[in-house]
């Protein structure tokens, strides 16, 4: 892949608050992706379900409003200005997953954070906040983002608000990981 910067590594932490779209509760799970990715459907004719091979998802959580995933989903970044998009929705089984959220977050500070990470390594002690970042109309933020040195390396800890949706939050972090012989940033 001659245009990959790197791998943008999002842990999915938990969500908070989540709609109900079972009888008392929901089974949900995340789905990620960004930009112009290549997308084609795998049909799986016994759950009369399709799902995309270009996306990448969070298992599934039973029975929650507040789920724990603690998953990692790893992401090519091939044009840093392109949006990551994060899905939330509800399991079913025998008809389509319900919806319950969404949610788009921008990484261009992020990267340009990590452009400078060499000129921290040593200096700082673990949970220095490097940059931060406000919630606003053009982001997703429920409050204040920051980015900070953590065990040698600069993450980004986020609370997503879920748009288009009664309530809800999901927590994540982003760390960034260079690959060997990749363009960069």
Not at 89 to 96: C, E, F, M, P, T
Not at 131 to 158: A, D, F, T, Y
Request: hydrophobic share 40%; with cysteine.
């Amino acid at each position: 892949m001659e245009n990959l910067l790197g791998l943008l590594r999002i842990h999915v932490k938990r969500g908070v608050n989540l709609a109900i779209r079972d009888i008392s509760s929901s089974d949900p799970y995340v789905v990620v992706h960004s930009g112009k990715q290549v997308k084609y459907s795998i049909m799986m004719p016994f759950l009369n379900k399709s799902c995309d091979a270009s996306k990448l998802k969070t298992r599934v959580v039973k029975h929650s409003l507040n789920p724990e995933w603690n998953d990692h989903l790893t992401l090519s970044v091939t044009d840093p200005n392109l949006p990551v998009k994060l899905m939330v929705y509800d399991y079913d089984v025998l008809s389509a997953d319900d919806k319950m959220g969404e949610a788009e977050f921008n990484i261009a500070q992020y990267l340009e954070a990590i452009k400078f990470r060499h000129t921290l390594e040593g200096g700082h002690p673990d949970g220095t906040i490097i940059m931060k970042i406000q919630p606003s109309r053009q982001n997703c933020l429920s409050e204040e983002s920051h980015i900070v040195w953590n065990q040698g390396k600069l993450v980004q800890n986020m609370f997503l608000r879920l748009q288009h949706v009664e309530c809800g939050e999901v927590e994540i972090q982003l760390e960034w990981i260079d690959i060997p012989g990749s363009r960069g940033i």
